[in-house]
């Protein structure tokens, strides 16, 4: 069973980088994607980006000047930085696999593993 | 537009077939899944590829679509389903980045 697993400081200050690391157990983050997904509280999911096991990303245009995306093959371990934080980067942070079916007809992408999540606040 | 709009809450009685819709233009050219989010827990996707179910998630749970709605059925509501619900998909940039609605509220009365 694949469990992912988030790490990271819970508070960051305002124009300061925020940085995540997600640990993948019980499979291997080859040949699969992986993403970041966050949500403010009380409201809903937002799509952050994803990095393929190749390290090609794909970022969501509204964050993209902020964001970094990377990951480990060694560690089996991916992550995310964001720079220059403010308030409204306060969200929890999930990191989750991602299905993407390239192959077939109509491609499908779907969230099917993902992690507790994890609480960052930017507060000075 | 790769946006994706559902009805901020819905309630239904137990026992009950609770229909949660999902509206987008791009629907018909892009599957349609579906989270379920209780309290304080993560996502749990219980619909992928508009229709299909993931390993343990309960038969009641059914997803459909048409044109550009996507649905998703609970049969014999239980009190445990109550929830968020929330459809996701791809836009249509090429590069498949995901698009989630706003999300629904499911109250079991």
């Known amino acids: 069973q694949v469990q992912l697993q988030e790490s990271g400081p819970g508070l960051v200050k305002p124009s300061e980088t925020l940085s995540l690391t997600c640990t993948v157990s019980g499979g291997s983050i080859n040949n699969y994607y992986w993403s970041w997904i966050r949500q403010p509280a009380g409201k809903g999911l937002e799509w952050i980006g994803r990095v393929y096991s190749s390290g090609s990303t794909n970022y969501n245009p509204s964050l993209r000047s902020r964001l970094t995306l990377s990951l480990d093959r060694s560690k089996n371990q991916f992550s995310l930085w964001l720079s220059s934080v403010t308030a409204a980067d306060t969200a929890v942070y999930y990191c989750?696999?991602?299905?993407?079916?390239?192959?077939?007809?109509?491609?499908?992408?779907?969230?099917?593993?993902w992690g507790q999540g994890t609480l960052v606040t930017v507060s000075s | 537009s790769d946006e994706l709009t559902q009805p901020p809450s819905v309630s239904v009685s137990p026992g009950q077939t609770a229909k949660i819709t999902c509206s987008g233009d791009a629907l018909p050219k892009q599957h349609a899944n579906w989270h379920q989010q209780k309290p304080g827990q993560a996502p749990l996707l219980v619909i992928y590829?508009?229709?299909e179910r993931p390993s343990g998630i309960p038969e009641r749970f059914s997803g459909s679509t048409s044109g550009t709605t996507a649905t998703l059925t609970i049969s014999g509501v239980l009190a445990e389903d109550e929830a968020d619900y929330y459809c996701?998909?791809?836009?249509?940039?090429?590069?498949?980045?995901?698009?989630f609605g706003g999300g629904t509220k499911l109250t079991v009365l």
């Open positions: 590829k508009d229709t």
């Open positions: 996701q998909s791809a836009d249509t940039s090429g590069t498949y980045r995901g698009v």
């Open positions: 989750a696999r991602e299905t993407i079916t390239l192959g077939e007809p109509i491609v499908a992408n779907y969230f099917d593993y």
